[in-house]
């Protein structure tokens, strides 16, 4: 008889053996029955715990494997788009394109098509300086349609009143109980004319018809310039100066009176316009003067006088752009450069204005202070 054999090995696989399970298979294998509502919401509980750890795991995954964006790199794009841009549109730099735009758009009628001469002259151009042509063109075309066709306004709300929306031109050369006209008397017209604007508290001078006349010969000469201002609060605290871009306009001449059409014809009248620097390279024609001078010739002839009168314009919340006595130091410097005399001084400035004129690149904004300081 043969002898049953005992397996040497506990692990053999030919030995019957019962698998030794964890506590979840056991779970799974289990007959148990359905777990209970308390244990179904542990379950519960858990596994919406495990869900969200996962969601968090692979947005944190996302997020890692997306490049950071900097502000570094934000620029750069916009640096290069620009340069696209610019490139685009025909400009060597994005400087220069954006010196283009700064250019205030004005409606105008389209330019006739130049001609082919004007194409080869303008071929070499770019397109910035051919734009910057056109506009300085356009602006003097505007500024010598305006002086001619400008009208002396009868509408008393207007900034340039006529003379005789101020004063009762007809009462003051009403004719004598014999019908002869009255002997003039410069004296008394220039008593009522400052009396007038004293009491309106506004800025007003009575100017000589000579003295006049040597300042309107300058000025159509050299109409432009540019006058230091020291402010009320820079006198006190100490501070610079603010420039003020300067400009004469020649007016109509006036209808004369009645009593007066004998008399040669008078002079031309005109305007000052003052306006800060910084609004004017921002605004160019569009900017709003502070200050407006107008110098009235109606009795240019008949008295010997040039009437001025100044007007200070009002800021947006309906205060004064200029106090009386910045205005009237403005009105001082102007006559300083404008009306030759022996003063001390008086050759530097008068060289300083055309200077301004004809050779801009040698204009010294600290010589035009040294020489406007009084």
Known sequence: MFTALRPTCSRCPLLPRTPILSHTT?????TDPDPSPEQQERINRVLSKARALKLQHLQNQKKQSQPPSSTASKLEQY????????????????????????????????????????KEEGAGKSAFE??????????????????????????????VKPLSAIMDLNKLFAPKEDGSLPTPDP????????????????????????????????????PRFVIPLLRDDAIDGGGGHEMFYMEWTTLPTPTPHLA???????????????????????????????????????????HGLVLMRGEISEDTGGGKMLSDAEAQRLCVTLQRFYLPSSQEGSE????????????????????????ATF
């Open 26 to 30: 056991r779970r799974l294998y289990s």
């Open 79 to 118: 640096a290069d788009a620009l340069r696209r841009k610019a490139k685009e549109e025909g400009f060597a730099s994005v400087e220069e394109m954006k010196r283009a735009y700064s250019v205030r758009k004005l409606e105008y009628k389209a330019p006739p098509r130049p001609s082919s001469a004007k």
């Open 130 to 159: 051919r734009k910057e042509e056109e506009l300085r063109e356009r602006l003097r075309e505007r500024a010598a349609e305006r002086e001619k066709n400008a009208p002396v306004s009868s509408d008393p709300s207007s900034p």
């Open 187 to 222: 004296p008394h017209v220039s008593q009522l004319w400052t009396t007038y604007h004293t009491l309106k508290n506004k800025l007003s001078a009575v100017i000589p018809t000579p003295i006049y006349e040597q300042m309107r010969t300058l000025s159509s000469k050299y």
């Open 260 to 302: 007066l059409l004998s008399r040669p014809p008078t002079p031309k009248p005109t305007s000052i316009l003052f306006t800060s620097l910084a609004e004017y390279k921002l605004r160019q024609e569009y900017a709003r003067p502070a200050f407006v001078l107008t110098h009235y010739t109606d009795l240019a002839h008949s």
């Open 348 to 371: 530097e400035r008068s060289e300083l204005v055309r200077i301004f004129h004809e050779e801009p690149d040698k204009f010294d904004v600290e010589r035009l202070v040294k020489a």
